[in-house]
Nanobody
Framework: QVQLVESGGGSVPAGGSLRLSCAAS????????MAWFRQAPGKEREGVAI????????VYADSVKGRFIISQDNDKNTLYLQMNSLKPEDTAMYYC???????????????????????WGQGTQVTVSS
């Protein structure tokens, strides 16, 4: 059974930084598509960043490009999201998501298709004050 457990959320002032972590069990990061999504109250879920298996290929939403970095430690089976220069509009619940990549369909689901991802963590809250 796959479990994703996020940690690292909190409250910071605008301009601050946070690093989110996602520890996985039952899933090998080196063969899975991993991503971070977020959802603010009253808004739809938004894709933040994707890491292809192995972490060499990454995709970012325009809203976080240049500020956030997605990375993974395959030895620790942990996914990270380093968030710098945080803005109040980054306030949301952040979710770690995953899906094992099929060898016959190598593309990972994009930022606009949260339903493509099979496994979701419980979320960690990020609050940025102005």
């Amino acid at each position: 059974q796959v479990q994703l457990v996020e940690s690292g959320g909190g409250s910071v002032p605008a301009g601050g930084s946070l690093r989110l972590s996602c520890a996985a069990s039952g899933l090998t990061y080196s063969s899975a598509c991993m991503a971070w999504f977020r959802q603010a109250p009253g808004k739809e879920r938004e894709g933040v960043a994707i890491a292809y298996p192995g972490g060499a290929t990454t995709v970012y939403a325009d809203s976080v490009k240049g500020r956030f970095i997605i990375s993974q430690d395959n030895d620790k089976n942990t996914l990270y999201l380093q968030m710098n220069s945080l803005k109040p509009e980054d306030t949301a619940m952040y979710y770690c998501v995953a899906r094992a990549r099929s060898p016959i369909a190598p593309m990972c689901g994009g930022l606009s298709v949260p339903h493509w991802y099979t496994y979701w963590g419980q979320g960690t809250q990020v609050t940025v004050s102005s």
